[in-house]
């Protein structure tokens, strides 16, 4: 029976060691998983944050003058701050590029439309592929807006690049994308 003194306490003890090993690595990957989940979640906003900027610069790409007219100014290099969780303070600074006019094609007249633009002017179906009435001197048009998104609180930085297609008058393509 001597022989054994102690035995129990030292297997014990390798059992006691074996569960803290196996409850820290658990911990770690909670932990890892947590702040996984966590940076995405930032990603997704910082994105959000983006694509809302992105939609305003598109909506007022070519808004009409004060006396009605097409917008003949070129599009300018803008910053958004926005509040994603509506608590009054800045979560993301969007700094907008100036946008980019990639390609612009004049949408065609196939006679078969009918359609009424604005100011009452009249065309057919376009052949460009957008969807789009045609009217006359018409132009589809690809703009890229390209967005950089800082996280005020981490300075983590995102980049989103989107298209927009913007249809555009004779006056207004040779102005902005010729």
């Known amino acids: 029976m001597h022989g054994q ?10 059992m006691l060691l074996l569960i803290t090993l196996a ?7 909670s932990n890892t998983n947590l702040k996984s989940v966590g940076n995405m979640q930032s990603r997704n906003e910082a994105v959000a944050a983006s694509n809302r900027a992105i939609e305003e610069v598109a909506a007022s790409l070519l808004l009409p003058g004060v006396d009605g007219s097409p917008s003949l100014a070129a599009p300018q290099a803008t910053a958004s701050l926005v509040d ?5 303070t800045t979560d993301y600074r ?11 094609t004049k949408s065609t ?10 100011g009452g002017i009249g065309g057919g179906a ?3 592929g957008s969807g789009l009435n045609a009217l006359p001197d018409q132009y589809n048009s690809v703009w890229d807006i390209s967005t950089t998104v800082t996280h005020a ?6 980049s989103v690049r989107q298209g927009v297609r913007a249809l555009l ?3 207004q393509f040779e102005a902005l994308c010729s």
């Open 169 to 171: 008058s004779k006056a």
């Open 126 to 128: 376009s052949t460009a």
């Open 94 to 104: 969007v700094d907008i590029a100036a946008p980019t006019c990639v390609r612009a």
């Open 5 to 14: 003194d102690g035995a129990a306490l030292i297997v014990g003890l390798i």
């Open 153 to 158: 609180a981490s300075g983590t930085v995102t």
């Open 109 to 118: 007249d196939t006679g078969g439309g009918g359609a009424i633009g604005p």
């Open 84 to 88: 994603i969780d509506n608590d009054g």
């Open 23 to 29: 409850v820290t690595a658990g911990f770690t990957l």
